[in-house]
T-cell receptor, first 109, second 114 residues
Framework: KQEVTQIPAALSVPEGENLVLNCSFT??????LQWFRQDPGKGLTSLLL?????REQTSGRLNASLDKSSGRSTLYIAASQPGDSATYLC????????FGAGTTVTVRA | DVKVTQSSRYLVKRTGEKVFLECVQD?????MFWYRQDPGLGLRLIYF???????EKGDIPEGYSVSREKKERFSLILESASTNQTSMYLC?????????????FGPGTRLLVL
């Protein structure tokens, strides 16, 4: 059974600092990996999707890398802003999505 | 834009009640999913459906059932609600389940069972 772990569980940084969020998974036979954002009490919004054949994916200030062989992905958020405060979830697709518990980020103004 | 809606944002029910959670998507997606989200546990898949009248158990189906009579609507049913079913419930849909696609999520229903 796929196990997905996100470390740290929570992170607090001053505005302008770069964020590094980690995700690890146990079974490397995946189709893709997704990063989602969740605001308090809301649903999930997809940020980036990396195919198993890709090493990284970028969207604006967000960059996600994937090392399938070692079972790791990292989400980088450059020059963080207070609006980046949210919970970030990683999900691995190996015919169905398996989610990590998330990293809750607080960006202090 | 894809829109996934859920019938209620907040719901309070009593132990033993039958509870219906409704989910509707407007993009003619084939696949629909129900998850529950609990602190520290992430999202866990309850049931999913890849076609009308078809359903598959997810990781935690016990105590739940589902119904998909129309393509756009996927219902989650708690036959006899219990306090351990207090949770956030999230519905999602995807076109074909192909590996290049993302799931679209509804806003969630926060259910409290007293």
């Amino acid at each position: 059974k796929q196990e997905v772990t996100q470390i740290p569980a929570a992170l607090s940084v001053p505005e302008g600092e770069n964020l590094v969020l980690n995700c690890s998974f146990t079974d490397s036979a995946i189709y893709n990996l997704q990063w989602f954002r969740q605001d308090p009490g809301k649903g999930l919004t997809s940020l980036l999707l990396i195919q198993s054949s890709q090493r990284e994916q970028t969207s604006g200030r967000l960059n996600a890398s994937l090392d399938k062989s070692s079972g790791r992905s990292t989400l980088y958020i450059a020059a963080s802003q207070p609006g980046d405060s949210a919970t970030y979830l990683c999900a691995v697709n190996d015919y169905k999505l398996s989610f990590g518990a998330g990293t809750t980020v607080t960006v202090r103004a | 834009d894809v829109k996934v809606t859920q019938s209620s944002r907040y719901l309070v029910k009593r132990t033993g009640e039958k509870v219906f959670l409704e989910c509707v998507q407007d993009m003619d997606h084939e696949n629909m999913f129900w998850y529950r989200q609990d602190p520290g546990l992430g999202l866990r898949l309850i049931y999913f459906s890849y076609d009308v009248k078809m359903k598959e158990k997810g990781d935690i189906p016990e105590g739940y059932s589902v119904s998909r009579e129309k393509k756009e609507r996927f219902s989650l049913i708690l036959e006899s609600a219990s306090t351990n079913q207090t949770s956030m419930y999230l519905c999602a849909s995807i076109q074909s389940g192909g590996n290049q696609e993302t799931q679209y999520f509804g806003p969630g229903t926060r259910l409290l069972v007293l």
